[in-house]
């Protein structure tokens, strides 16, 4: 839920306009940012719950985290892609049925 609200902040910023190399760097800093933070504290609160050493949430942190690099390299294109569909469509609005 943490990594959602800090990304979904990038939408509020952007618009929902991905069609500037601006707009896709901010979102794939925030998504950056939001995975860093978000892992980080699933990783370090579990010492506090489950009682877990304390050299273990590093490796946590590094197990989590970097899958999501993936995610980081894959966003920009999807961001575009979605900006190519929505442009196809009208630019979202909706129209009639005949």
Known sequence: MLIGLIAGLAVLLTQERYNTVRAIVITVTFSAVAIVIGTAFTAYVDVLVSGI???????T?????????????????????????????????SRERA
């Open 53 to 59: 050493r304390a050299d273990g949430p590093s490796s």
């Open 61 to 93: 942190f590094i197990r989590n985290a970097l899958p999501c690099v993936i995610d980081l390299i894959v966003l920009p294109v999807l961001l575009v892609a979605y900006t190519a569909i929505v442009k196809g469509r009208g630019r979202g609005e």
